[in-house]
């Protein structure tokens, strides 16, 4: 554990079951709003409400950490969210204390952006309702599900939403940048299938009130959220999705030992699986000792999925394993458990809207021999033909639906617990996937929001595209004093 005394923290001390005193900011004071109310403007003091963690709890190390440890932070205080109204009142107290604020779900910030020093952190993870309605097809689901959580619950039923394929990550945060997985091409982008949500935003001059968002209210907001909403428009409480019926899948891993099939397997699978039956979703990772291909066909047989993959199964002598299966059983069968994996990764996001060229390929095959980790990867998911390229009803600001594959080199060192461990890798891998990046430049554009580029050039074109200006039309509206901001938020427009 790191020493918390090195640090210039303001001390927290907890006051009662659900309230919070800091030195010079008594929560609940009048004397905080001493000039009064001012043409209904003003809300009344505020109290934090929830489970709080302040920098004296026994467990502020844990509730402070990321899933990413490449990033360590250390907030004035992290309020769990326990119900909608603790929200309204963290929000509300930042705003009258003049606090920076994030808002955190699942943990999987990349760059470390839902947490701050000094600051604080509104975490909306204990927020887990379920509220399924099979005969509309609708689930209502709490921001603090997970997506393992939410493929599970929805599975009882036979039903899915599309999710991402790390089950670790959080449902909220996953859908409103996008969210794809093995299901895009089948049922669309997870927030696609978003269609109504709860919402905590900026209300009057330093208060927040409750907005409750589907395609007939606050359509605007809907759009944004479809895409762009995360921590860029207010606090989501709970999402509402379309649900589809799912009873079964076939899973396939093919493994080929070693790179010397790269070129063939890389070309074949852009050129066939993007162009495949819709119900085929696919995956094809390269790392530094072998070429990975899973692939989901949904409400499909063995036989059906080979036959489909028949190009890519004919290349060399590779490895099979089959499932057939329920999604959520299948889902949770090929999730890795959270504390095996590396503690610190540095990623790079990117859309490819040609083949690559062999050259492109060739590049791939070069940085995974020089790799500065076994935990080093190249990763991509097939789009192409599929339900990805319809928006839904009322539209959605992630732009990136023409793409013909996404894809990302990845790094990953170190273990969990340990913060100094493999030290010097951090400086070989952080240049390896800014060399990796900047060599395949020529071959892709864009960039994807949940997976963000730091130091990116013109990154709000990157990730949405000639969406912008709207968006920054709807910061303007519902959030004009630009209380929700980070390092790659969208600001409110000026005129």
């Not at 929200?87 to 204390?97: G, I, S």
């Not at 955190?104 to 947490?115: F, Y």
């Not at 890798?425 to 990796?436: D, G, M, N, R």
Request: charged share 20%.
């Amino acid at each position: 554990m790191r020493d918390l005394s090195r640090r210039d923290l303001l001390k927290a001390t907890a006051v009662g079951a659900g309230a919070v005193a800091l030195p010079g900011m008594i929560a609940g004071s009048s004397a905080l709003a001493a000039d009064g109310p001012s043409f209904g403007d003003k809300y009344p003091p505020a109290t934090l409400t929830g489970r709080i963690v302040h920098p004296q709890s026994p467990d502020y190390a844990q509730a402070s950490l990321g899933w990413d440890e490449l990033f360590v932070r250390y907030p004035l205080v992290i309020v769990f969210a326990q119900e909608t109204q603790d929200v309204v009142n963290a929000l509300t107290w930042a705003r009258q204390h003049d606090v920076a604020l994030r808002v955190r779900s699942g943990r999987h910030s990349l760059e470390g952006w839902s947490n701050v020093d000094n600051g604080l952190v509104i975490d909306v993870s204990e927020l887990k309702d379920v509220h399924i309605d099979t005969a509309t097809r609708t689930a209502k689901l709490g921001a603090g599900l997970n997506q393992s959580e939410a493929v599970t619950a929805l599975g009882e039923y036979d039903l899915a939403a599309t999710t991402g394929t790390e089950g670790t990550v959080g449902l909220s945060g996953a859908t409103l940048g996008g969210g794809f997985g093995f299901l895009t091409r089948y049922l669309g982008m997870a927030c696609d299938n978003l269609i109504g949500a709860e919402i905590v935003v900026a209300a009057g001059a330093d208060g927040a009130k409750v907005l409750e968002v589907d395609p007939w209210q606050h359509a605007d907001l809907l759009w944004a959220l479809r895409g762009a909403g995360n921590g860029n428009f207010g606090i989501v409480t709970s999402l509402t999705y379309q649900v589809a019926p799912l009873a079964s899948v076939a899973y396939l891993q093919v493994t080929w030992p070693g790179l010397d099939n790269l070129r063939e397997v890389f070309d074949t699978w852009q050129h066939t699986a993007p162009f495949s039956d819709p119900r085929l979703g696919t995956q094809v990772e390269v790392h530094p000792d072998s070429i990975l291909l899973f692939a989901v066909l949904a409400e499909g047989s063995e036989a059906e999925a080979r036959r489909l993959l028949e190009p890519l199964l004919s290349i060399g002598n590779p490895e099979v394993s089959v499932q057939i299966g329920g999604w959520s059983e299948t889902y949770a069968g090929f999730q890795i458990p959270n504390d095996e994996e590396p503690a610190k990764w540095k990623f790079y996001s990117q859309f490819t809207r040609q083949p690559f060229p062999a050259e492109a390929i060739s590049i791939v095959r070069q940085f995974m021999e020089k790799a500065p980790s076994p935990d080093s990867n190249f990763f991509t998911q097939a789009f192409g033909r599929g339900a990805q390229r319809q928006e839904p009803f009322g539209g959605a600001a992630f732009p990136h639906r023409d793409a013909l594959f996404y894809s990302e080199p990845g790094v990953g060192w170190g273990t969990r617990g340990e913060p100094d461990s493999d030290d010097a890798i951090t400086p070989l891998a952080q240049a390896w996937i800014a060399e990796f990046s900047l060599a395949l430049r020529p071959y892709v554009d864009g960039a994807y929001v949940n997976v963000p580029n730091i130091g990116m050039a013109e990154w709000e074109e990157a990730y949405w595209g000639r969406n912008f200006p709207r968006l920054r039309k709807i910061k303007a509206k519902y959030d004009p004093h630009n209380v929700f901001q980070y390092e790659q938020s969208i600001p409110p427009a000026t005129h």
